[in-house]
């Protein structure tokens, strides 16, 4: 399995961004897909997972109510919309895989993305 962040910039405060990443290879081993961010000095944090049958969804209490998972079957991709955006926000995304139930630990994910990295201007 391969996965291809991308959709990172840099937007000022309030404004909106929307991630996407696109799962490629043996994609039909693919349970569970989530978002991760990394702040400079930061450990990994969870932010979004979605099961790739797409009927169950949650993302952390950080971002609930600004930012959004879902994901289109068609295009075998995982989007992150993300809206009033903080510099709090700022950090580098990934995107990761796994064949099993959804997890919320980093360390359970097998497939990563490169990153993408989203900068928050106040």
């Known amino acids: 399995v391969q996965l291809q962040a991308s959709g990172g910039g840099l937007v000022q405060a309030g404004g909106s961004l929307k991630l996407s990443c696109v799962a490629s290879?043996?994609?039909?081993?693919?349970?569970?897909m989530n978002w991760y961010r990394q702040a400079p000095g930061k450990e990994r944090e969870f932010v979004a997972a979605?099961?790739?049958?797409?009927?169950?969804?949650t993302v952390a209490d950080s971002v609930k109510g600004r930012f959004t998972i879902s994901r289109d079957n068609v295009k075998n991709t995982v989007y992150l919309q993300m809206n009033s955006l903080e510099p709090e926000d700022t950090a580098v995304y990934y995107c990761a895989a796994r064949t099993k139930a959804l997890s919320y630990h980093a360390t359970a994910y097998d497939y990563w993305g490169q990153g993408t990295l989203v900068t928050v201007s106040s």
């Open positions: 290879g043996s994609i039909y081993i693919i349970n569970t």
């Open positions: 979605i099961t790739w049958g797409g009927a169950v969804t």
